[in-house]
């Protein structure tokens, strides 16, 4: 009971704190101002840099649980983005337009771009932001995403991304994939 008491008292002080910045960045809508905030809380270190992450997060993103730890050096590249429940992301993950599933697990140096199709080449073969698209990514609840995976597809509510794989397909519910690009090489559920 204390502990919760105590829980509650740091995230109201780490939403006092992070107001200035959420209100500068309009809040989520002005994207520069966003993603200026974003990448200076990603520098705040320990447990502190958390609550300050997660509380300009809650007021930032789609949604964003305040019972979530988002590690140094990771930040969202893109306010239409949310991130359940109990989620854990660990230091120096970029993240785009992830919807994140309750207790769901990201281990360090995890990216999730938005899709993968955010850059085009034009008539000469030279790369442009034309044409471009951005796509949301859903990572189910209670998934494990291990270190340096590279996730650009939607992955299934209990499934297990290998350290290092390159997601490109969708995973479906339960699987566990590895490799480049990503296989099932189990099935947990």
């Known amino acids: ?9 740091v995230w109201g002080v780490a939403l006092l704190m992070a107001v ?35 509380a300009y997060y ?28 109990r989620v854990y992301i660990g230091s120096m993950c970029i993240l785009g337009r992830a919807h994140i599933g309750d ?30 698209r951005y796509e949301d990514i859903r990572i189910g609840a209670h ?3 291990g270190a340096s995976a590279l996730v650009m597809a939607h992955v299934g509510e209990k499934a297990t991304v290998a350290a290092g794989a390159v997601v490109v397909k969708p995973v479906e519910p339960g699987d566990v994939v590895a490799g480049t690009p ?5 099935r947990k559920i």
């Not at 771009?113 to 932001?129: F, I, K, L, N, V």
């Not at 990503?182 to 189990?186: D, E, F, L």
């Open 1 to 9: 009971m204390l502990k919760m008491v105590l829980k509650r008292i």
């Open 20 to 54: 200035p910045a959420a209100a500068l960045a309009g809040f989520g809508r002005f994207a520069a101002g966003f993603e200026f905030f974003a990448q200076l809380l990603a520098l705040a270190p320990g447990i502190p840099g958390s609550y300050l992450r997660v």
């Open 58 to 85: 809650a007021m930032t993103l789609e949604r964003c649980s305040l019972e979530s730890f988002i590690g140094m050096g990771s930040f969202f590249a893109h306010r239409e983005a949310s991130v359940g429940r």
């Open 103 to 132: 207790g769901t697990m990201i281990a360090s140096g995890v990216q999730i771009p938005s899709g993968t199709a955010q850059h085009a080449r034009d008539e000469r073969g030279e790369m442009t932001d034309e044409g471009g």
């Open 143 to 145: 998934c494990w995403i």
């Open 182 to 186: 990503a296989k099932s090489i189990a």
